[in-house]
């Protein structure tokens, strides 16, 4: 075998390689940034049509509190297997309605303030507590 071809070889491809590394770099560089998401608010009517039943119940009882930990929204909704309520919230913060945040060592879901505030001014959605 001819390890001197060998190392030479492997030299060359990786300098060709680290050379086209820079130059696509580069290239990506010149261009514009990607445009930043929009500020402006989902339409949250049309958006809470599309929840299902459970995912409607889950939104107004946070509605309802503001903030629930993961722990009080398996206690209200024990009815429901865990797996399914973790999923069910994680596409209701997908589509905005809720944020999850983490303290004093808990998972927390908060209502999104743009979107509480807008529930808050219709008269249509009652926020009593349950």
């Known amino acids: 075998m001819d390890f001197i071809g060998i190392g030479i070889g492997l030299v060359v ?3 060709i390689g680290y ?3 820079t ?5 990506d560089s010149d261009s514009p940034a990607p445009a930043a998401p929009s500020s402006s608010s989902p339409n949250w009517w049309q958006t809470r049509e599309q929840l299902t039943g459970t995912q409607l119940q889950i939104l107004q009882h946070m509605e309802a509190n ?12 024990s009815f429901i297997p865990d797996r399914e309520l973790y999923y069910r919230l994680e596409q209701i913060v997908l589509m905005q309605f809720l944020e999850r945040v983490r303290k004093e060592g808990e998972v ?3 209502l999104n303030e743009s979107y509480s505030g807008t529930v808050e001014g219709d008269k ?7």
């Open 124 to 130: 249509t959605v009652m926020l009593g507590s349950e």
């Open 19 to 21: 050379a086209l590394a």
């Open 66 to 77: 503001k903030e629930v930990s993961i722990t009080g929204l398996q206690e209200k909704f």
């Open 13 to 15: 491809g990786v300098g």
């Open 23 to 27: 130059i696509m770099g580069n290239k």
């Open 108 to 110: 927390f879901y908060v």
